[in-house]
Structures are given as C-alpha cells and as structure tokens.
C-alpha cells in the first residue's frame, strides 16, 4: 500500500503543511498568524500533522516575556519521494525526503537508439537499486515526481510532440504515465521539466517571496516560465519554448523552426559556439588553444569570464541578445523577481551580468524593481522540482 493514500489530511492541515514546508521550524502562533484562526483551531491541524507523523517538536522559541513556544519541524524522513527527469540526452534519478534533500542519486545517458520501453525500464531498475542500497519499500514513498522534455497530456499519459522532435519517435503517444505507474507500484505526478524546475523555485527557492516570477533557462535553448499569484501564465504545451522562438531580427539566421533571427540564433549554447568557433577561424586570437570544432561551452565561458577578448566579446553579444528577449517579456508581464538559470549564467557570471545590465539599460525609464537572481535555488533542479510537485499536489497547490 503506498503511503499517500495514507497521508488524508484535513483542509487545514494542507494549508498548516503549505506553510510549515516553507520554512525551517514554527510555532503554533506562527501558524495561527499564517491561517488567520484562533490558537485552537490551529493547534488542532498542528496536532494532525504531528498525528501524521509530518511534524515532531524542535525545540523552543525565544520569547519576549511568559512561557516559551514550542517549536515544530517538518520530520522529513517520514516519507520519501522517488524524483526523475527525463531530458533529451539524459535521464536523472534520486531519492528526496521531504524537505527535498537527496538521499541517493544516479543518472545515464540517454541515446539516440535508446526506445521508451529501454529507458523506462532503467528507471524501474534504479528505483529497485535506490531502494535496496536505502532498506526501503515502495510503501516507505509517498509518490514519484516526473519532469519530461515535453508537455504531457494528464489525461491522456502521454506527451505533446514538442516544437522540434529532439527524441526517439517512439515517445510521441507513448504511454508513459501507465507504463511507469505499473514498473514502479506508485502514483506518479509529472509535469513539464520546465513547469517542475519553475515550481521549484517560486514555492521553495527564490521566487517564493515573490508574487509574480519569470523563470529562464539558458542552454542548448531558451525556455521560459512566467508565474503569477502560484499559477503559470500561458501553460499551453509549447509556450516555454517560445521565449527562445521570439523573433529579435526578421532579417536574421534561418532557426531550426523555419521562422528568421530567432532569440535561439543569438543567445543559446550551439550560437554562442558556432559563433566563437567562425571567429577563431577567421584568424581571431584566444587565449583557448583547442581545435576550434572541438572548444566547448565551459571553456569559452571560462575564457570569456578570464578576459579573452573574443570570448568576452562574443559572450557578450548572446547576453546584449537575451537583454532585448528578456526585455521584451519584463514589460509585458511586470515580474517581480527574474531568475535567469541554466549552464550558459551558471558558468559565465559575464553572461548574467551583460544580459541584466542591457535589460536595465532599456527599461530604466519604465520600471527598475526588477529583482533579478543568478541561478535557481537547487542543483539538480528539473529533476528536484519533479519532487517538489508530488508536495505541491499533498498541499494543493498544482
Ligand atoms: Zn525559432
């Protein structure tokens, strides 16, 4: 028996969890606050979850006069979640409790004769592996987290066939949902890898003090994810990838989905290369002494972020380009808090840096409020934020 159909809890004991997931230790008054009730109705819910096993007392809080509080914690080893995401190269896999630290991790590539029928039961055979390494059963797990490269049909189980078709043919209507449910004996929640990863970080990371959030990723494309009040904005299948799909010059390269200068042209990893390596072979010094077709991303990032004059430059011409994308979007829907993640910011700082100086250069009439974050809270973050969604649905909040 899994233990999520175990865990009922009351509507208030939901709202109490949304919050004490949030933060490291409370106290009942905290929650009463929180919940806008009086300290016996709230005292009640704090008491469910520790009926639940979900909370244990940690100790006492400071207090300005009369007896001290109790403290509660979340007892994040009650329960754990099996996490995977499934990307176009790879596929990572790990044991969360619930406070989403890793208990054990693994990953393997994925290739391009892999089918879904191999990968999946690789899956199945890692969590078997995950759960004899860890002396746990399937009944020790509340659920398993999902993040896929490409929408998927709840209803249906199966995958939207995205914008440009990275993977096998075979994953187009492949019933990933039942064949996962049957190999590993748990409910599975999935979700988009970049809805997961944006999730992530507005409930848990560094949007959560946040009302509205936009979240880019940076990397062999670029993707976004715009949330307001907890909900994403414009969740049709294919709208993250239209980020990297923004027309910035109508007299620009051809991009792979047949429109002209899109932003993927200027400001992902494949331009930044292709870019860098026309330079160095028309004679262009760098300090990166490489064959220019074997150079890759980190060290042009390195090199750009050490002073190379053609990496700096060419680094610099992405981020100017991911500026005006970025800009573009930051006045239609006013976010609050930009996190731009992803391998291009989080191995160039001089990526980040120009793109965010160029966005504030073009809207610094308009609106300077911007918070702007470098990286997402989480390493591992499509495949932690597919754990985060089996919480997410524990509190309601998907
Ligand atoms: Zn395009």
């Not at 509660?72 to 790879?90: E, G, K, M, Q």
Request: proline share 3%; charged share 25%; hydrophobic share 40%.
């Amino acid at each position: 028996m899994c233990s999520l159909k175990e865990l009922r809890l009351s509507d208030g004991a939901k709202t109490a969890l949304s919050y004490i997931l949030r933060h490291d230790a409370v106290t009942k008054a905290d929650v009463c606050r929180y919940m806008d009730l009086g300290p016996s109705t709230a005292g009640k819910y704090v008491s469910e979850l520790c009926d639940k096993g979900l909370l244990v007392e940690s100790g006492v809080a400071d207090s300005s006069g009369g007896r001290r509080p109790l403290l509660y914690r979340l007892n994040s080893a009650r329960y754990l979640i099996f996490c995977v995401d499934i990307s176009t190269i790879y596929c990572e896999m790990a044991v969360v409790d619930m406070s989403l630290d890793v208990r054990i991790l693994d990953s393997f590539d994925i290739r391009e004769n892999d089918t879904p029928d191999s990968v999946i039961s690789r899956i199945i055979d890692g969590f078997t592996h995950f759960c004899m390494r860890l002396g746990v059963s399937s009944a020790d797990f509340l659920a398993a987290g999902v993040s896929v490269f490409s929408s998927i049909r709840n209803e249906h189980g199966v995958l939207y066939r995205p914008i440009i078709q990275y993977m096998s043919e075979e994953w187009e209507d492949y019933p990933i949902l039942d064949r996962l449910k049957a190999g590993l004996g748990l409910p599975i929640f999935a979700e988009k890898g970049m809805n997961a990863t944006a999730r992530l970080e507005y409930n848990y990371g560094k949007g959560r003090h946040s009302r509205s959030m936009l979240y880019v990723r940076c990397g062999m494309n670029l993707r976004s994810v715009i949330m307001k009040d907890g909900d994403i904005i414009g969740d049709s299948p294919f709208a993250e990838d239209a980020f990297g799909h923004m027309v910035i010059d109508y007299d620009g390269p051809r991009c792979r989905c047949g429109q002209y200068g899109c932003l993927n042209c200027y400001a992902s990893i494949p331009a930044v290369l292709d870019s860098f390596r026309k330079e160095v072979k028309r004679g262009r010094g760098t300090s990166i002494s490489a064959d220019p077709d074997s150079i890759g991303i980190e060290q042009v990032c390195n090199a750009a972020d050490a002073g190379d004059e053609a990496a700096s430059a060419i680094i610099d011409n992405a981020a100017r380009m991911l500026g005006v994308g970025l800009a573009n979007c930051i006045r239609m829907f006013s976010p609050e808090t930009v996190i731009l993640a992803g391998l291009l910011p989080e191995k160039s700082k001089r990526y980040y840096d120009v793109a965010t100086a160029s966005v504030l250069d073009r809207l610094s009439i308009a609106r300077l409020d911007v918070d702007f974050r470098r990286n997402g809270s989480f390493s591992h973050s499509l495949m932690i934020g597919a754990g985060s969604t089996v919480l997410d649905h524990i509190i309601e909040l998907a």
